[in-house]
């Protein structure tokens, strides 16, 4: 009987938090239960992280196909950004007779922006999607569920170790982005201009501070737990059959790219609130 009363109470008390929102615009509910879902996430990879097993084995597996995978992707993107933006800037340069500033305005604009958002965004798109599409595939041909059923933890299995070799091969992943957007901005200097290489470098490496280094290190830790964070829990919680596995791939994207442009404000805001 009482627990009768006691499920009647909790679907009382959904109803009541679902009515408290029901005024609110479509896009605004689904923007809230992203959002409330993404924390409850969060909470649950914390409290797994640190129970046993500990899975090394996956997680250097996930950090081998999601890091090592997206090298050549990420590789190509910052090799040509970092031509373009010198290619962009020489001219105002030039104008002003600041030529010689080429190669330490370029390497701070690649170590504190360029490379971490860039790799950021590539692997958004790359990465995100992939798990999200991996899970809701998992989820809809029910591969979670008789994980479950064999005793293995699924959530401990397939999210924890996603999420924690995101979150360690996403700053690898932008030191790598640097020092190729750097050889493109050498070569994009050099097209029109006339540099050598070690002069080039030991002007770049001369201007670049502690200070850049250490936030944008920060800050690509989080964007690699953002990313995996969501592109896991659009995976995991896939409804619909095959069409929501293409629609939690895409959403996974979205949400996954947004949050990395939230997360670089706050942390450019932190950066000079210290500075």
Known sequence: MSRVKEETSTATDKEKKKNKIDYLPEGVQDGLETASGLFQFA???????FQ?????????NQAYRLGYGSLLLVG????IMGMVFTLQTRPTLVEFGAESYIPSMVSVA???????VITAMICAGKVG?????????????????????????PFKYIVVTRILAM???????????????MVGSYLGANIEGN???????????????????????????FFGF????????????TSKGTVGVGMSANSAVVVASLMVFIIDLIAVQVTQFFN
């Open 76 to 79: 190509i993107s910052s090799f």
């Open 43 to 49: 909470v649950n990879f914390f409290k797994e992280l």
């Open 195 to 221: 540099i050598s290489l070690p002069l080039f470098f030991i002007e770049s490496i001369a201007a670049i501070n502690f200070i850049d280094i250490v936030p944008a290190t920060i800050k690509s830790f």
């Open 110 to 116: 690649i170590i504190r922006e360029i490379g971490p």
């Open 167 to 181: 979150t360690v091969a996403l700053p690898v992943l932008v030191f790598y982005a640097d020092f190729v957007g």
């Open 129 to 153: 999607s992939g798990i999200g599409a991996e899970l809701g595939s998992m989820k809809v041909t029910e591969q979670i569920d008789a994980m479950a059923v064999s005793g293995t933890n």
């Open 52 to 60: 046993r097993p500990y899975e090394f084995k996956e997680v250097l």
């Open 226 to 237: 953002a990313i995996a964070l969501v592109g896991c829990y659009k995976g995991y919680t």
